[in-house]
Each structure stands twice: as C-alpha cells, then as structure tokens.
C-alpha cells in the first residue's frame, strides 16, 4: 500500500509529503548491502568521524549517575547555558536562558518552528537548491513553498537582491541555509546583514539553518543571530549532528525570542517532552568543552572535499561548482540524461546504486533536475572506488 493510496484514511496533510529522500536511498542501498553487496556510499549525510571520546564519557557518566528521567521540556539550565555562551562566544549573540530550547535534533527545532510560524496560505520562501526536508515540512505545515532559484554559473549564491524580489505581502518567513545543503554555497556576510535588515524591516522570520555552520570553508563562520536588533524576527536553528559527529545521538537547538521559544515549548511538551536526559549531559561536554575536535574535522572536511573535486574532475561530462561549505558536491550531470535511456537524475541514481554500486542522491530531490549529491566524508580510498566505478558506468551509457 502506498501512503498516497490510503489518502481517504488518513489526513491530507501526510498526504502533502514524502518520505525523506535520502533517507529512502539509505534504505534502498541497505537491502542492496543486506543481500551482499559491496556499496560505496555517497549517500549519507553524516561526518564518518566517531563521536569525540569527551563526549561519550559525558553520557556513559550520566547514565552511571542515573540521570535517567524526565527534565525540563526545554532541556536542563545547564545545556541551554552551553548553547546560549558557545553562540555568543562564536557569534556575538545575545540570547538569554528562556530564549534556548534544546530539541532532537536541528530537524525537531526546524519542523516546530515551521508548525508554530507557518499558517494555511502562507509563503516561505526557499532557495534552490535546496535540503529535502524544507519544501515538505513548510507544506505540512499547510504553508506555500515559494522557489528563489540561484545560478549555478554563481554558485548557486544567495543574495539580498533575489530574496527581496521574492518577497509579498504573505511572506512568512524565508529559510536562509549557509553553508548550504546539497551545494556548499555560502551567503556572503554584506548579503547576510541586509537579509536579516529586510526581514526585521518588512517582519518576516527569518529561520537561520545553521547546521553546517562551523564547516564553513569560505572564511570565517557567521551568524544571523549575531545581529542582535533583529532578535524578535531571528529564528536560529542549531544542530550538533554535524559539528561535533553526533548524527545518531539526536541532539539540536533554537534560539530565537521569548516569544518563540515559549511557543516551541508548548509544542514540544506535546509531543516528544524533553530530548533525551543523558543527551543533555553530552551536549554540554560537546559544547563547553575543547573546540579543537571541530577544526580537526573542518580542516580533514576541506582536504576530502579537494580529493572529491579532482577526482570528478576526471570524468568527461561531469562539471562541478566547488562548494565553499558543508560536505557534499553537486555535480551537473546534464550529459549523461537522454543517454541509455536515462531520462531524470531519479533514474541515473537508481542505476548507478543498481549496476555500479554507488550510492548517490538525485538531485530532483534538491529541487533541481542535473545534478545529483554526493556526500564525501568517506576514506580517500572509498572516494577513488566510488568515483572509478561511476566513470565506468558513465562511459558505458555512450
Ligand atoms: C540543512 C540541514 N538542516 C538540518 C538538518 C538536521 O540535522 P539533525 O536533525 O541531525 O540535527 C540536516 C541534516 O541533514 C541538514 O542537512
């Protein structure tokens, strides 16, 4: 039974979305691997580090110590206190205690803000490309998904001007995700004050995904949250998955108003509770500890994504913009379409995942319809089998 097919049972708003795309090549490829065969996996979106020893210790410690039970809806003082002084620390915010909530995962943070924002008719507007999971919780939340496109020959950059453009009287609320998932793109820091000017001028929220926020590969990382005046309009979404390897462990934030957060805690109380207690206790160490754990990935994260590009570089066909963030790239495969009766990049990824073994993301799944995504923290080795065996297969399309 498809969820479509049931759409008379169960409600039209699980009707307005999909299953997670890349979480359904994941599941794809893993009865691929159950039935014995040898994957290379570009598909995941998770650093390939194990999560820091400090960290660990930190929940064995609270599990020993039987911090085992409900906290706070909004995460124990303690943890909040770690989000609230890292980001001012970093960025030079300012939130206070009750403008924190813990979550889990930057996706509970993402998905409430949406739930709490978002009304029926309302426009969010969202660059392209852009990370699966917006587009379907903005239409869960019955709001309009108004498309910014972005030029690849500009890597697919953000700017002030085209968000302005995009801009109506039912604008609600505008996703900014610098670094970008899928493409890497970073928005400039002018063009990152002007937005946050636009948005608190024409009050409109402006929900900062900062979940790749340190692997920032341009320059210095910054933060929307740092301008301070724009607070009542500023939503910043935070997540340790990435920044500190802990994509399992479920463990993200928001920060943003009283107002907001208040409102994101009676949602959560309703819902999920608290996010795991001895994940709490975790996410402190992560966060108040040494910093030196994520420059180490950041500076290993550089050097896999130039391995990745040189390697792709040796496929004729292929181009690709050289993301300045996050860890993927996002190939233009526009040569290869209409060839072996590949049609759509939906197609190219279910071939190479079926006769050559890799794993990769569509890029229809982004919102675009060249490119596909490959996630490169994997070993060098790993990036040279993958890249070997879908030059093979590319070359074999004729
Ligand atoms: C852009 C973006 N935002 C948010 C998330 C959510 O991360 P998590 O829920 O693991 O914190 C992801 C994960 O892939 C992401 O790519």
Not at 57 to 80: E, L, S, W
Not at 145 to 170: G, H, M, S, Y
Not at 255 to 284: E, M, P, R
Request: glycine residues 8%.
């Amino acid at each position: 039974m498809t969820t479509g097919a049931s759409s008379q049972v169960f409600t039209g708003r699980i009707g307005r979305i999909e299953v997670s795309a890349t979480l359904a090549v994941a599941a794809e490829a893993a009865k691929l691997r159950a039935q014995g065969a040898n994957l290379v996996d570009f598909g995941a979106g998770e650093p390939h580090f194990p999560t820091p020893p400090h960290i660990k210790d930190a929940a064995i410690a609270a599990i020993g110590a039987d911090f085992t039970r409900y906290t706070m809806v909004q995460g124990i003082p303690d943890v909040r206190k770690a989000i609230v002084e890292r980001h001012a620390a970093d960025f030079g915010s300012d939130y206070a205690l009750d403008e924190a909530i813990f979550t889990t995962g930057g996706k509970q943070a993402l998905f409430n803000t949406l739930q709490i924002l978002v009304d029926h008719g309302d426009e969010v507007i969202l660059p392209v490309p852009y990370w699966v999971s917006f587009a379907d919780i903005i239409q869960y939340a019955g709001g309009k998904v108004v498309l910014l496109q972005t030029k690849e020959a500009e890597n697919f950059r953000i700017t002030a001007d085209a968000i302005e453009k995009a801009i109506t009287p039912k604008t609600k609320a505008i996703i900014l995700n610098s670094p970008s998932n899928p493409a890497g793109s970073v928005v400039s820091a002018e063009d990152l004050e002007r937005i946050v000017h636009l948005a608190h001028e024409r009050k409109i929220f402006l929900l900062l995904d900062e979940c790749y926020v340190y692997l920032n590969y341009a320059g210095k990382p910054v933060s929307g949250g740092s301008f301070t005046f724009a607070k009542e309009h500023l939503v910043v979404l935070g997540s340790l998955s990435k920044t500190y390897a802990m994509t399992g462990w479920r463990a993200g934030f928001a920060l943003a108003s009283k107002a907001v957060t208040a409102n994101l805690g009676k949602l959560q109380s309703q819902s999920t509770s608290n996010a795991t207690s001895f994940v709490q206790k975790a996410a402190i160490a992560a966060l108040a500890g040494s910093q030196e754990c994520v420059s180490e990935f950041r500076t290993e994260f550089i050097s896999l994504r130039d391995h990745m590009l040189a390697r792709l570089a040796e496929i004729p066909g292929i181009t690709c913009t050289r993301p300045e963030g996050a860890f993927y790239v996002y190939p233009n495969v526009s040569a290869f379409l209409g060839r072996g009766g590949i049609k759509t990049t939906t197609e190219l990824a279910t071939r190479l995942l079926h006769e050559a073994h890799v794993v990769p993301v569509p890029g229809e799944a982004f919102g675009t319809a060249e490119h596909i995504r490959l996630s490169y923290p994997v070993t060098r080795q790993n990036i040279d089998e993958g890249i070997r065996r879908m030059g093979e297969f590319l070359a074999k399309l004729g």
